[in-house]
């Protein structure tokens, strides 16, 4: 059965760095697109970063580019989210997602995994 599970949140300090993957099994995910996605206490599920299923195109939110990175490795099918400069603004579940196609939309991915908690405190 495919599986999405995302490791690597916990509490850290605002300019801080974390690293978050996602690892996947039971499907050949490495011709998905993955992508992370954040939601926030009371707000819906919003686009964080995207990587293409060869890992050669990636696609950022705003509120995020120049601060995180989002890479793959096809022999490990795991996706990280490596994110510098840490804000409070950036408190949330982080969730990673498939789909055969990278979009910006949560409601157009096929899978997601559980979520990991990242909270920044200032």
């Known amino acids: 059965q495919e599986r999405l599970v995302e490791s690597g949140g916990g509490l850290v300090q605002a300019g801080d760095s974390l690293r978050l993957s996602c690892a996947a099994s039971?499907?050949?995910?490495?011709?998905?697109?993955r992508a992370w996605f954040r939601q926030a206490p009371g707000k819906e599920r919003e686009f964080v970063a995207a990587i293409s299923r060869s890992g050669s195109i990636t696609y950022y939110a705003d509120s995020v580019k120049g601060r995180f990175t989002i890479s793959r490795d096809h022999a490990a099918n795991t996706v990280d989210l490596q994110m510098n400069s840490l804000k409070s603004e950036d408190t949330a579940v982080y969730f990673c997602?498939?789909?055969?196609?990278?979009?910006?939309?949560?409601?157009?991915?096929?899978?997601w995994g559980q979520g990991t908690q990242v909270t920044v405190s200032s």
């Open positions: 039971g499907r050949t995910f490495s011709t998905y697109a």
């Open positions: 997602a498939a789909r055969i196609i990278a979009t910006m939309r949560a409601y157009e991915y096929d899978f």
